[in-house]
């Protein structure tokens, strides 16, 4: 699924999306890829780009966190509990945060210091929406998967 959001922060023209329109890889194609001997395709980042094409900012997922840029700052966010929580890379002291403020509510709510601009947080809120629809997708997907495996058994 192509995911892309147009964002209108204070006046100005934003959007997000990834670096190559690419579908995302889901669990029994990345199974199928690995039993073929395939290798793994090339990292497909988020990117916060201006209205002109510009990119200001981009989040390549890692094992459990993000890898962000953003004016040649390194940032990495990752989640804790049910936030994510930005970090300056190589720190352990949380810059800011984004996500659940209580369980089992829907509200969400951003924490972060004046020094990252607006369009820079929606980002990092933009980047957290992404990873619970790849999330949702996969859990999708393994339940399709599931589904087969029974089907395939009593047929």
């Known amino acids: 699924k192509r995911r892309r959001a147009a964002l209108g922060i204070e006046g100005v023209a934003y959007t997000v999306e990834r670096l190559r329109d690419e579908p995302d890889e889901v669990l029994y194609r990345m199974l199928l890829r690995w039993l073929a ?56 002291q ?21 020094e990252l601009d607006p369009p820079f947080q929606v980002f990092l809120l933009v980047v957290m929406l992404d990873q619970m629809a790849r999330n949702a997708d996969t859990s999708s997907s393994r339940v399709e998967a599931g589904a087969w495996h029974a089907y395939s058994r009593h047929t």
């Not at 700052?73 to 352990?92: D, P, Q, T």
């Open 37 to 92: 001997g395939r290798p793994k395709p090339a990292p497909n980042p988020l990117l916060l780009k201006d209205a002109v094409g510009r990119t200001l900012a981009s989040a390549l997922q890692g094992r459990g966190d993000f890898a962000v840029t953003r004016d040649g700052a390194a940032f990495v966010f990752r989640k804790v509990s049910r936030r994510y929580k930005l970090y300056r890379e190589g720190s352990a």
């Open 94 to 114: 949380a810059l800011g945060e984004v996500g659940q403020a209580k369980m089992l509510t829907a509200t969400l709510h951003m924490d972060f210091p004046p």
